[in-house]
């Protein structure tokens, strides 16, 4: 243990995600050692990050307005709808360029033993969305473990009396990892060999 505000800077570290104890104290004593200026610019933009960024009000994508990027380009095909985790996964898959229609983002997976469920997700959302008949096909793109599983799922009984095309990425990703592990290729050949969903 270390004195007052050391030990405060290595316990806010350890509480993010992938740093363990001995990581944090790395990472600080980095800091501690670091020049003044790197360091504030670290502060200034954590706090920037904060204050600026938004989550878009119809896909809850991260963005710098009310509406992502993505949502306010007229160039996207609003019949397809890619549905998937988190953020990360919009860029995985933009990343792929075989993707050009519009996605939504649930905020995470349904995973019973951390107390999500369907509920804490952006499923309401997702079927407010699909009610005007825009949406022709929903795609979607969870992650290759169990809970994407379960996700992917519930929205397939979910959608089902809606009458859209629901699909689901091809095999051939890693099983068990998260969307965003995969390769460019991977996942490019995964969202052009979709499947109806069962
Ligand atoms: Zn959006």
Redesign the pocket.
Known sequence: MYEGVVQDLIDELGRLPGVGPKSAQRIAFHLLQADPADVRRLAEVLIEVKDKVKF??????V?EDD??????DARRDPSVLCVVEEYKDVVAIERTREFRG??H?LGGAISPIDGIGPEQLHIRELLTRLGDGTVTEVILATDPNLEGEATATYLTRMLGPLGLRVTRLASGLPVGGDLEYADEVTLGRAFVGRQAAT
């Open positions: 878009c009000t119809i896909c809850f994508n963005a509406q992502c990027r993505i949502c306010r519009r996605y983002v």
